[in-house]
């Protein structure tokens, strides 16, 4: 007797989620009730046990999605996705790495459920037309519709330039430096002129509650903020969604995560993370998988 599949296809099922979901929470949530209803089917009559448990995954997530919504219209300031602890490995995987990148997520959250869930399934895990129309309920014509629409929405809103690993790691780390020291020069030269930081603070701990835009700007708006701290403010480097981050910690406890894009050798984005509540996944790396 070989492996349960749904062991086997778990860190999927768990992709699949997190990326209709933008909460590691909610597709944990949401891969543990495709669990209890996997338990009560009778799996021998299941032909195709991966489409199966995917549009399992796919309904719940749909259905969590409908509750989210309601509970992020009360969000206080921006909401971001929560971010995840990967492996440098998931840099390598391009695909996968731009698909659960910070920039994807929030592109993501301006698609209505059904659009985000078809664009999921079919750009990233490729899953078949007649597939995702069962899982969502429409017709495979309608699905394809729905697919183009969602495509070109993303098209239209998604960083543009592939930017490998070393090239990353390389700009993250004179950023950090420049950070670290207060150099507003520094930052400057490794921000790009358009720089925007989008930061979620929940309510719960301070944040910007709109988006610092431009590199004079924001340089300042950081070197202020470090100056203002009253703990030790440390910086370090960490994979963050696929990509190059920063990982702060305040008197040695986890304050933020950053998520940065980097487009032409500079940092275009900053996605700063520091609501409490969307921080437990960063001590563990994520695994994941197409």
């Known amino acids: 007797m070989g492996e349960d599949p ?53 309904r719940l997530a749909l259905n969590r999605m409908r509750t989210v919504s309601r509970r992020r219209e009360d969000y ?38 059904a659009e985000r869930a078809v664009f999921v399934l079919r750009e990233v895990f490729d899953v078949p037309y007649d597939e995702i129309a069962e899982a969502v309920d429409r017709s ?12 070109d929405h993303v098209a239209a809103r998604r960083p543009r330039v592939a930017v490998d690993r070393d090239e990353q790691r390389q700009v993250v780390g004179r950023f950090l430096a420049a950070l670290s020291t207060g150099d507003v020069q ?9 720089v925007v930081l989008l930061s979620d603070g929940g309510g719960v701990v301070s944040a910007a509650r709109r988006p610092v835009v431009g590199a004079d700007r924001l340089a300042r708006y950081l070197v202020g903020g470090l100056a203002k701290a009253t703990g030790t403010v440390t910086a370090s480097p960490a994979w963050i969604n696929g990509a190059a981050g920063l990982r702060i910690e305040m008197d040695g406890e986890l304050a933020s995560a950053v998520g940065v894009v980097v487009e032409n050798g500079r940092i275009t984005r900053l996605f700063g993370i520091a609501n409490p509540e969307k ?6 790396e994520a695994v994941l998988a197409r």
């Not at 921080?279 to 563990?284: E, F, G, S, V, Y």
Request: no cysteine; charged share 25%; aromatic share 6%.
């Open 76 to 113: 206080v300031g921006e909401w971001l996705p929560e971010p995840l602890l990967t492996s440098p490995d998931v840099a390598d995987d391009v695909e996968l790495a731009e698909s659960v990148s910070l920039a994807m997520l929030t592109v993501l959250e301006t698609l209505r459920p």
């Open 6 to 58: 749904f062991v086997v296809h778990r860190r999927l099922l768990f992709t699949v989620a997190y990326e209709m979901l933008g909460s590691a929470a909610d597709a944990e949530d949401v891969v543990q009730d495709a669990w209890l209803r996997w338990a009560d089917v009778d799996q021998d009559e299941v032909r195709d046990p991966r489409a199966y448990l995917v549009r399992t995954v796919t």
């Open 186 to 194: 520094g930052l400057l030269d490794v921000l790009a002129p358009d």
């Open 140 to 151: 495979p014509a309608a699905v394809r519709q729905i697919a183009h629409r969602a495509r």
């Open 279 to 284: 921080l437990a996944w960063l001590d563990d």
